[in-house]
Antibody, heavy 120, light 116 residues
Framework: QLQLQESGPGLVKPSETLSLTCTVS??????????WGWIRQPPGKGLEWIGNIYYSGSTYYNPSLKSRVTISVDTSKNQFSLRLSSVTAADTAVYFCARVQLELGYFDDWGQGTLVTVSS | DIQMTQSPSSLSASIGDRVTFTCRASQSISSYLNWYQQKPGKAPKLLIYAASSLQSGVPSGFSGSGVPSRFSGSGAGTDFTLTISSLQPEDFATYYC?????????FGQGTKVEIK
């Protein structure tokens, strides 16, 4: 069974870079039928799509975050990663990684999520 | 960006009730509409994709036998509905719609279903 697990620091200082990794097990990140994505959810609020990556390295970002976001993939480790630069308190959220169905774009499998707090 | 508006924002219902939620897109999204269920402290779970297709299988981190047939979705263009034919105790949660017609992918603000 496919499993996704987010990992990374739970506390980041303002103006620094948030870095998270999603490790995929039970399946290959190089599967041709899927993207791999990041979504976040501020405490008590709704869901915001951050971006997707294909195993080849092609990326698609939310324009609202594009200037600060980098998503990368490491197929040898079956992992993909998120970097969000110049963070502020507004970036405090639970960050989820997910598998994205290529053709229709829905997120069919999710990690459990990890809370990242931006605070000095 | 395509705006997704869900109504109501919350509702109170009883076990066994038939409940219907609405999701409206700011422009036509064909059938690129998905529904998710989220319980507190958990990741969202895909219920319906492509407006009316019931997700099969059990995603990681969840138990059970997949999405029950009491969930159904309908609609196309700008107006969509999610219906639960007979509300069960495990259905009390927040439900989100999502459009994947164009980037950026966007979600509705959610409908929270509470116990009456």
């Amino acid at each position: 069974q496919l499993q996704l697990q987010e990992s990374g620091p739970g506390l980041v200082k303002p103006s620094e870079t948030l870095s998270l990794t999603c490790t995929v097990s039970g399946g290959s990140i190089s599967s041709s039928g899927y993207y791999w994505g990041w979504i976040r959810q501020p405490p008590g609020k709704g869901l915001e799509w951050i971006g997707n990556i294909y195993y080849s390295g092609s990326t698609y970002y939310n324009p609202s975050l594009k200037s600060r976001v980098t998503i990368s993939v490491d197929t040898s480790k079956n992992q993909f990663s998120l970097r969000l630069s110049s963070v502020t308190a507004a970036d405090t959220a639970v960050y989820f990684c997910a598998r994205v169905q290529l053709e229709l774009g829905y997120f069919d499998d999710w990690g459990q999520g990890t809370l990242v707090t931006v605070s000095s | 960006d395509i705006q997704m508006t869900q109504s109501p924002s919350s509702l109170s219902a009883s076990i066994g009730d038939r409940v219907t939620f609405t999701c409206r897109a700011s422009q036509s999204i064909s059938s690129y509409l998905n529904w998710y269920q989220q319980k507190p402290g958990k990741a969202p779970k895909l219920l319906i994709y492509a407006a009316s297709s019931l997700q099969s299988g059990v995603p990681s981190g969840f138990s059970g036998s997949g999405v029950p047939s009491r969930f159904s979705g309908s609609g196309a263009g700008t107006d969509f509905t999610l219906t639960i034919s007979s509300l069960q105790p495990e259905d009390f949660a927040t439900y989100y719609c999502q459009q994947t017609y164009s980037n950026p992918v966007t979600f509705g603000q959610g409908t929270k279903v509470e116990i009456k």
